[in-house]
Each structure stands twice: as structure tokens, then as C-alpha cells.
């Protein structure tokens, strides 16, 4: 260390009866304009309060056996500390009244500063049990000069600033002591790389309790008003093994603006950049943050990191399928780097979703990715979604060939189960759309049942749709969407108009040899029961079931010297049998009734055994 300065005046006032005795006892020294330099040293060892504590617990000892009951007045002094070359602390028009033990140190000390508008100390240190209590006031104080000053190699982010603060506190022996603080602060600038941020607030209150084995700093209230966020919040440290725990909580907090500056800030810690990448804006009327660890790098560290809170009017962004969720509204939770949402209400692009579960990892492309969620969807939008999502290719190509899609649907949305590869479930109970599919050549038109899909499979449940001209009701059936590709139908009741349905199934290469004879097809069949299963794509290996009524049925054929007409109400058909009864048919002039079967295979008919009963017409 090293002092230096001068004093204008000092004036020293002894104590009468001493000298009678002729001895010197002084009672009061007077200090005029003193002016003081005091050179720190750098020192590596970190001095913790029972130290400092300690050390002037030494000091008053020395002054009690020395100057026992010594007053030492200050007028107009002026100190200045120096650390290093850089930083240094001036204290000016310092006044101070110093009551020095045999029992108290009291002090009311008073100064200005070019680091602070008025600072104001007083208070009163028993000098045998170290007890005592006091008070500090700053005035406009420039908090970063201090803290540079303190930690020059810790702090470095505060580059300019303006707080008041008012302090009480109390010891109660040595290494203990609590206190309480509240303040402003006008204003704080914080730099972190490129980015600088200004702070605003207009009140904090916070307290402090110390003893030997821990360290507690509890912040009552911290309310910001730029950004506009009110903090609470628990410091505690074990000072035995330096264990930190703390937790924080916060209301009213708007993403939009605390995301960036939480960036500019933070932007180095995982978790800060993390949540900022996918959590995009919205408000939180109440968030709660925890974290713990044996290091101040420990804090910062995601396992070791939980947040909790109720978004509103969110947005969240999902890598990789680009998904924007917008006006999220629901719980969140964050633990070891994944959130967690539950209760969901969303928007993804118009599609309302609600009663959602979310799970999304923080971090890599192989993260941990799940949704869960009622979903109210309009299928025209909701198709570019699904295409860039299926990652199933022969799936993603019969999406490609869907095109007009109108209409809406209810059901149950799935999605996971890791960022890079999301697969897709969905589970629809209320549907009414319309579209076009290229395998079909007319539109298809649903106007009742469900849905649902499963990466390996697709279902649907008493379905009533049109196909063109022909009809379906409380249609089921399952399309594996795997080797061997299997489609199974079961249809309650149909009307097929074989004016549209002939051309379209003749036109597979299967079944052209089979119907080559047959020019053209009418009339109605109507199908009350209904059975197929086989192959999707190889017509000619399926198996079926077919049962109902011919309505108008009208053949063109070379092998038939005219058109045949033909009606029958009940009929069967299967792979190898075609089965008719009283059926009505008439060709040119004659009028047949028809009972019976045909056996018969892919390639045609084999074999038949009939009953004829009518009439035919002379020439």
C-alpha cells in the first residue's frame, strides 16, 4: 500500500484533567480540508466478510487501547483510491464525525463524489462483541465505476449507469449480518460482444442475511420498465461447500421485447440461445426460473436449468418441418433442456389447435420432438403442412396426386418423435372435404366419418362420400401403407353409376384382357354389402364380396348381336362366381327371366348352369 497527501489544518484538543496530572489524553482531533491518495495493491486473495470483519475487529482493538474515547471530525476532506492505472475512486467535501471505543465506534460520515451525486453513512460497532447497526444513502451513483474498481476482471459487461440506493443493515457478531436495501436505477447500459442494452427500473427491494455457514440475498421486488418485467427472486450460498441455489420469479413479461435483449445479453449461455430460437414472442403473465450448481458456471448449465410458466398469445417455432405455431396459449415447463407444454391452444397457419401436449428437445437435430393436440383443420392448408412433413415416400406420393382440396376435419393431430424425422399420426372424427385424386378421374366428395393414419396404415370408419356419380355410405376400410400394401373395404350400402365406374377400373392393365369383350357399360348397381381385399395397385389379385341389386344395366358387346338390357334384384359376385336370380334381361326382341350362376376367373367365364324362362319375337 501507499499513502500520501497533506492536511490544511488539523487541530488537536486534549483533555484538561490529564494535564494537571501532566499527562496527554487527547479527546478530539480536527481535520480541515485533508486530501489523501491511497494506492490498493492487486492481491489474489479473496478476502470473504468474516476476514474483513475480522481485520477491523484488529483495528478497533488497537484504537480502544490507544486513543480510548477519541472524536475525530472531517471538514472538506477529499480521498482518492487507485487500483491499478485504470481505475480509481474520488471522494470529495467529505464531512464525518468519528466516535472512537472504549465501548462504540460511531461514525456519520457525508461526502460528494465525481461516482456518485451525495453519499451518507452512519451508524454505531460495538467494539467487544461486534454488534451493531448503520445505514448507507447513494445518490445517482455510476454503479459501473464501482463494480470496475471491485472486479476489474469479473465485471465487464456495465458501461455506463445511474442507481440509488438506501441500505440498513445490522451485525450481530462477527460474520453475521443482515440487511435491507430498495432503490432505482434511471438507468444501466449492458454490452456483451457487439450488442448493448439499457435497462430501466423504478424500484427494487431486496435483503441480505449472512452468517458463517450461508449466504441468502432475496430480492422482494425488482420492477423494470425497460424491458417491462417485475422480478423476484432467491439467492442462496452454502459458504462452507459454495453450493448455489437460485430461483427467480417473473410477471408480465413480453417475449418480443425481453427476447432480444435476453440475446444480446445471454447470448453465449446454451440455454438462453436455445429458447430463443424456438420461443419467438408472446407474453407471460408469470414465469418461475431455478437453477443450481457448485459454480457460477454450474448456473448456466442446461441440466441444470428449470423454467416454468403460462404463455399467452405465443409463437413457437419447430425446426426442420418449419412449423410456426402462433397465439399459443398454455403451461410450459423447461428441464434439462426440454419443453414442455401442456393444456395447448395454437394456431398453425389457420388450423385451430387445443387440449395440446408438446415435447420438443433445445438442442441437435436428433432432438426429442412430440405433439399431441386436438386440431380443427382446413385441409387445403393443411396439405403443404403434411407434405413437408411425411417423410413415408410412397405416402408422400399419393399426396402429391390429391390437388382441389376443400373442406374441414376434426380429429386428433400426432407428430414426432425427433426433429429430424417426424412421423405423422392423425385421428379425424368429424370430416366434410372434397378433392381431386389422379388415380380417380372424378372428384371425390366425403361428407361424413373418420380418418386416421399412422405412418403404417390408414383407416376409415362409416364414411359416407361420392365418387362422381356414384355413392358410399358407412364405408370402412384399411390401406397399409407397407409391403405387401394391402386395401381392405367393407361398405354397408352403395349406388356405383357404371357409366363412370367402368371406364375408370377397365382402364387397368390387370383387367383389360378380362373385359376386352365388353364395349361399353350402364346402368346402376346398388350394393347392399360389400367386401375387397387385395393388393392396392394389382386389381387382378383381389379378393371380394358383392351383393345387391341391377338396375338398367345395359351391355355393348361384339359378342352380342345387340345392346343386352338387364335388371335383377339380387345378385352376388366373387373372383369365381356370379350369381343372379330372376333377373330381366332383353335383347333386340327377346325378353328372358334368368336365374342362376356363372363360375368364373380373371380371364372370364368358364362355365355357367342357368335357368331361362321368356319370350322371343319373330321376324
Given at each position: ?261 435476453a440475446l444480446d445479453l445471454a447470448g453465449n449461455i446454451p440455454i438462453v440461445r436455445d429458447i430463443s430460437f424456438y420461443v419467438k414472442g408472446g407474453k407471460v403473465p408469470f414465469i418461475t426460473f431455478h437453477t443450481k450448481g457448485s459454480s457460477l458456471d454450474d448456473l448456466g448449465k442446461t441440466e441444470n436449468i428449470v423454467v416454468k410458466g403460462h404463455m399467452l398469445d405465443g409463437k413457437i417455432f419447430i425446426p426442420g418441418p418449419d412449423l410456426s405455431f402462433k397465439t399459443v396459449k398454455g403451461d410450459c415447463v423447461i428441464s434439462k433442456g426440454i419443453l414442455e407444454g401442456s393444456q395447448i391452444q395454437a394456431r398453425l397457419e389457420n388450423n385451430e389447435l387445443s387440449e395440446g401436449k408438446l415435447r420438443v428437445g433445445l438442442k441437435g437435430k436428433d432432438a426429442p420432438f412430440h405433439l399431441d393436440t386436438l ?245
Amino acid at each position: 500500500e501507499k499513502i500520501e497527501g497533506n492536511i490544511k489544518s488539523l487541530k488537536i484538543y486534549p483533555e484538561i484533567l490529564p494535564l494537571l496530572a501532566g499527562e496527554i489524553h487527547i479527546s478530539k482531533i480536527l481535520a480541515e480540508s485533508p486530501d489523501f491518495s491511497i494506492w490498493i495493491p492487486e492481491s489474489k486473495e479473496k478476502l470473504s466478510l468474516i476476514d474483513i470483519e475480522n481485520k477491523l475487529s484488529t483495528l478497533l482493538h488497537i484504537l480502544k487501547v490507544n486513543t480510548p474515547g477519541l472524536d475525530v471530525a472531517i471538514e472538506k476532506g477529499s480521498l482518492n483510491l487507485y487500483k491499478n492505472q485504470l481505475a480509481k475512486l474520488l471522494f470529495q467535501d467529505i464531512n464525518a464525525q468519528i466516535g472512537f471505543p472504549p465501548r462504540e465506534l460511531k461514525y456519520t460520515i457525508n461526502a460528494h463524489s465525481g461516482n456518485s451525486e451525495s453519499i451518507a453513512l452512519s451508524g454505531r460497532l460495538d467494539s467487544e462483541n461486534f454488534k451493531g447497526k448503520g445505514s448507507i444513502y447513494v445518490k445517482n451513483l455510476k454503479l459501473h465505476t464501482f463494480l470496475n474498481f471491485l472486479f476489474p476482471d469479473n465485471i465487464k459487461h456495465v458501461i455506463d449507469s445511474i442507481v440509488n440506493i438506501r441500505l440498513t443493515f445490522q451485525t450481530d457478531g462477527i460474520g453475521v449480518l443482515q440487511s435491507e436495501a430498495e432503490g432505482s436505477i434511471p438507468y444501466l447500459f449492458l454490452q456483451n460482444r457487439n450488442q448493448r442494452i439499457i435497462i430501466k427500473g423504478r424500484g427494487i427491494k431486496a435483503a441480505f442475511d449472512i452468517n458463517k455457514e450461508r449466504t441468502k440475498v432475496a430480492i422482494n421486488k425488482l420492477e423494470l420498465d425497460d424491458p417491462q418485467i417485475t422480478l423476484s427472486g432467491l439467492l442462496q450460498i452454502n459458504n462452507i461447500s459454495h453450493y448455489i441455489d437460485l430461483s427467480l420469479e417473473g410477471k408480465e413479461i413480453n417475449v418480443d421485447e425481453f427476447r432480444d435483449d435476453a440475446l444480446d445479453l445471454a447470448g453465449n449461455i446454451p440455454i438462453v440461445r436455445d429458447i430463443s430460437f424456438y420461443v419467438k414472442g408472446g407474453k407471460v403473465p408469470f414465469i418461475t426460473f431455478h437453477t443450481k450448481g457448485s459454480s457460477l458456471d454450474d448456473l448456466g448449465k442446461t441440466e441444470n436449468i428449470v423454467v416454468k410458466g403460462h404463455m399467452l398469445d405465443g409463437k413457437i417455432f419447430i425446426p426442420g418441418p418449419d412449423l410456426s405455431f402462433k397465439t399459443v396459449k398454455g403451461d410450459c415447463v423447461i428441464s434439462k433442456g426440454i419443453l414442455e407444454g401442456s393444456q395447448i391452444q395454437a394456431r398453425l397457419e389457420n388450423n385451430e389447435l387445443s387440449e395440446g401436449k408438446l415435447r420438443v428437445g433445445l438442442k441437435g437435430k436428433d432432438a426429442p420432438f412430440h405433439l399431441d393436440t386436438l386440431a380443427k383443420v382446413n385441409l387445403a392448408e393443411l396439405m403443404p403442412i403434411l407434405k413437408r412433413i411425411v417423410k413415408n415416400e410412397p405416402l408422400l406420393k399419393e399426396f402429391n396426386l390429391i390437388t382441389e382440396v376443400r373442406g374441414n376435419a376434426q380429429g386428433r393431430l400426432v407428430l414426432g418423435e425427433t426433429i429430424d424425422s417426424i412421423q405423422v399420426g392423425f385421428d379425424v372424427s368429424n370430416t366434410k372435404f372434397s378433392a381431386r385424386y389422379k388415380r380417380i378421374p372424378y372428384p371425390v366428395e366425403v361428407n361424413e366419418g373418420s380418418l386416421s393414419y399412422d405412418s403404417v396404415k390408414i383407416i376409415v370408419k362409416n364414411v359416407n362420400c361420392t365418387l362422381g356419380k356414384s355413392s358410399f355410405s358407412k364405408l370402412n376400410g384399411t390401406l397399409q401403407l407397407e409391403q405387401p400394401r394391402n386395401l381392405e373395404i367393407v361398405s354397408g350400402k352403395s349406388s356405383l353409376v357404371l357409366e363412370e365406374i367402368y371406364p375408370w377400373i377397365s382402364s387397368y392393365e390387370q383387367l383389360k384382357s378380362s373385359l376386352k369383350n365388353i364395349t361399353s357399360l350402364q346402368g346402376t348397381v346398388f350394393v347392399t354389402s360389400m367386401n375387397v381385399k387385395g393388393p392396392t395397385l394389382n386389381p387382378g389379385k383381389w379378393g371380394f364380396y358383392m351383393a345387391g341389386s341391377l338396375q338398367n344395366l345395359k351391355i355393348n358387346s361384339p359378342l352380342f348381336p345387340g345392346p343386352l338390357s338387364l335388371t335383377s334384384k339380387n345378385f352376388e359376385v366373387t373372383p369365381q362366381r356370379i350369381s343372379l336370380s330372376k333377373a330381366l334381361t332383353n335383347m333386340l326382341d327377346a325378353s328372358v327371366t334368368l336365374s342362376g350362376f356363372f363360375k368364373t376367373n380373371i380371364k372370364g367365364i368358364q362355365n355357367a348352369e342357368v335357368t331361362l324362362n321368356g319370350t322371343a319375337g319373330s321376324s
